[in-house]
Nanobody, 124 residues
Framework: VQLQASGGGLVQPGGSLRLSCAASGFALDYYAIAWFRQAPGKEREFVAAIFRGGRSYYGDSVKGRFTISSANAENTVYLQMNSLKPEDTAVYYC???????????????????WGQGTKVTVSS
């Protein structure tokens, strides 16, 4: 099981980025895949999740601006980030686990499989 995150970079406030989380060794239909982020000096924060290729869930700080989606043919989960703000600056991680239930979707410690982080910087 491997997850590989990519797509981070530098963007101006109000801009957009799309992050990718490419999965190998398992099918997305059987996993919950989530994005978390961690800013310097802060705890890891839940951003969004897609549950077994279906319903999506969002953290309050990104609701209405970010969209998580699953492309099963590519075995990849995307995080489209619009209207970016400086406070979105962080290292973003994707995580997956087949045992996640809805009540534990937002808790990082429940995920066994993690990709490497991809850094997002929102600055003018």
């Amino acid at each position: 099981v491997q997850l590989q995150a990519s797509g981070g970079g530098l963007v101006q406030p109000g801009g957009s980025l799309r992050l990718s989380c490419a999965a190998s060794g398992f099918a997305l239909d059987y996993y919950a895949i989530a994005w978390f982020r961690q800013a310097p000096g802060k705890e890891r924060e839940f951003v969004a999740a897609i549950f077994r290729g279906g319903r999506s869930y969002y953290g309050d700080s990104v609701k209405g601006r970010f969209t998580i989606s699953s492309a099963n043919a590519e075995n990849t989960v995307y995080l489209q980030m619009n209207s970016l703000k400086p406070e979105d600056t962080a290292v973003y991680y994707c995580a997956g686990d087949p045992r996640i239930i809805l009540s534990s979707l937002r808790i990082a410690e429940n995920y066994d499989y993690w990709g490497q982080g991809t850094k997002v910087t929102v600055s003018s």
